[in-house]
């Protein structure tokens, strides 16, 4: 028989994600507190669209409002929970959906930033597992509706990677990747937390920048002030990330190493860092918008806190001072309880921090 799956959050990953593997046959349920989007998911489907005309698709997945979870209770156990909500929703969510989990039953986290401690605290090490979905750039546009605006991965980028906390290679791991493998490219990984933490250097570059600029990720790594602050926002990010002790892997397309010179000053360095960042866009579409951008525009709460505010909080336990991250901390919040406008212009206020 195949496995129960649970995807908790049906947002633009956790939708992209599950609305596909439910087309390849998978049994998967969602769990959303949104109820026009439940309602349309299981009404009319989810609407997926990718890149390509040839990549859409309408899936009908059954769906389930967070207050009709009880009537998991009548089901068969849950075998494999993905977990797909915003950083600071990981531990009700994990909370919620523990109860209905089989005995060898586990938690997937499928976020944004670093959250396998948070799950771990809920459910034990030993139903922690970690997902990775690198540079996929898909949107929820509207009740049961994702777009995706970049190519599908290829042998030169893996987009999904799965990994166990220790690093270990088990057969749950091989299971997902068999999965999530149908969907697009993936592989396992024995580098989970220098994966998450590479993960975490490109949102700090992107993320807080989209929300408070207002603009898009191509528009922000065209831009010369934009773009320079972003190599600042990162080189701090992968030098913190060094002294914790992760292996790091690239950033996106940029060397770990030649990023954190290009944000202490090394012209060389800078120089091929805007120039990778200058090509990288050209593979993007315009309308590729990273997710607290979207947040910013659809008046949600940021995670700003758990992504350049980890970084911070990170350099802070390991001595190394991050004040282009601290500052995005703090203007983002501005911008998000309205005291600010989102314009790239605050931007050019950071340059000498």
């Given at each position: 028989?195949?496995?129960?799956?649970?995807?908790?959050?049906?947002?633009a990953v956790g939708g992209y994600v599950g609305g596909h593997l439910a087309r390849t046959g998978e049994d998967v349920t969602f769990?959303?507190?949104?109820?026009?989007?439940?309602?349309?998911?299981?009404?009319?489907?989810?609407?997926?669209?990718?890149?390509?005309?040839?990549?859409?698709?309408?899936?009908?997945?059954?769906?389930?409002?967070?207050?009709?979870?009880?009537?998991?209770?009548?089901?068969?156990?849950?075998?494999?929970?993905?977990?797909?909500?915003?950083?600071?929703?990981?531990?009700?969510?994990?909370?919620?959906?523990?109860?209905?989990?089989?005995?060898?039953?586990?938690?997937?986290?499928?976020?944004?930033?670093?959250?396998?401690?948070?799950?771990?605290?809920?459910?034990?090490?030993?139903?922690?597992?970690?997902?990775?979905?690198?540079?996929?750039?898909?949107?929820?546009?509207?009740?049961?509706?994702?777009?995706?605006?970049?190519?599908?991965?290829?042998?030169?980028?893996?987009?999904?990677?799965?990994?166990?906390?220790?690093?270990?290679?088990?057969?749950?791991?091989?299971?997902?990747?068999?999965?999530i493998s149908r969907i697009d490219t993936c592989k396992i990984t024995t580098n989970l937390w220098g994966e998450r933490w590479s993960?975490?250097?490109?949102?700090?570059?992107?993320?807080?920048?989209?929300?408070?600029?207002?603009?898009?990720?191509?528009?922000?790594?065209?831009?010369?002030?934009?773009?320079?602050?972003?190599?600042?926002?990162?080189?701090?990010?992968?030098?913190?990330?060094?002294?914790?002790?992760?292996?790091?892997?690239?950033?996106?397309?940029?060397?770990?190493?030649?990023?954190?010179?290009?944000?202490?000053?090394?012209?060389?360095?800078?120089?091929?860092?805007?120039?990778?960042?200058?090509?990288?866009?050209?593979?993007?579409?315009?309308?590729?918008?990273?997710?607290?951008?979207?947040?910013?525009?659809?008046?949600?709460?940021?995670?700003?806190?758990?992504?350049?505010?980890?970084?911070?909080?990170?350099?802070?336990?390991?001595?190394?001072?991050?004040?282009?991250?601290?500052?995005?901390?703090?203007?983002?919040?501005?911008?998000?309880?309205?005291?600010?406008?989102?314009?790239?212009?605050?931007?050019?206020?950071?340059?000498?921090?």
């Open positions: 028989m195949g496995k129960r799956i649970v995807v908790v959050g049906a947002g769990v959303d507190p949104w109820p026009e989007n439940v309602e349309r998911i299981r009404t009319v489907g989810f609407d997926l669209k990718g890149y390509t005309p040839e990549e859409h698709c309408v899936v009908k997945v059954p769906a389930l409002h967070i207050t009709e979870l009880q009537s998991l209770s009548k089901q068969a156990p849950v075998d494999i929970a993905f977990v797909s909500m915003k950083s600071y929703d990981t531990e009700w969510a994990t909370m919620m959906i523990k109860q209905y989990l089989a005995p060898g039953g586990f938690v997937v986290s499928l976020q944004n930033g670093i959250n396998e401690e948070r799950i771990a605290s809920v459910v034990g090490w030993g139903k922690t597992v970690g997902c990775i979905a690198s540079k996929i750039s898909v949107e929820l546009t509207g009740p049961g509706e994702i777009r995706r605006t970049v190519p599908l991965g290829s042998p030169g980028h893996i987009v999904f990677r799965v990994g166990e906390v220790h690093g270990r290679i088990t057969e749950r791991v091989k299971m997902l990747d068999a999965m993960k975490l250097v490109v949102n700090s570059m992107r993320n807080g920048l989209s929300a408070a600029t207002g603009q898009g990720g191509n528009a922000n790594d065209r831009m010369e002030l934009t773009r320079r602050f972003a190599i600042r926002l990162g080189s701090e990010a992968v030098r913190i990330g060094k002294a914790l002790g992760y292996e790091l892997e690239n950033i996106g397309n940029i060397p770990p190493d030649i990023l954190e010179q290009a944000g202490q000053g090394d012209a060389d360095a800078l120089a091929k860092c805007e120039d990778l960042m200058i090509t990288a866009s050209k593979g993007k579409s315009d309308d590729q918008r990273p997710s607290m951008g979207q947040d910013m525009i659809k008046g949600r709460r940021t995670e700003i806190e758990f992504l350049n505010g980890l970084v911070v909080e990170k350099g802070e336990e390991v001595g190394i001072p991050a004040p282009a991250n601290a500052a995005m901390v703090d203007l983002v919040r501005r911008v998000e309880r309205g005291e600010l406008e989102p314009s790239p212009d605050h931007i050019a206020r950071l340059s000498n921090i």
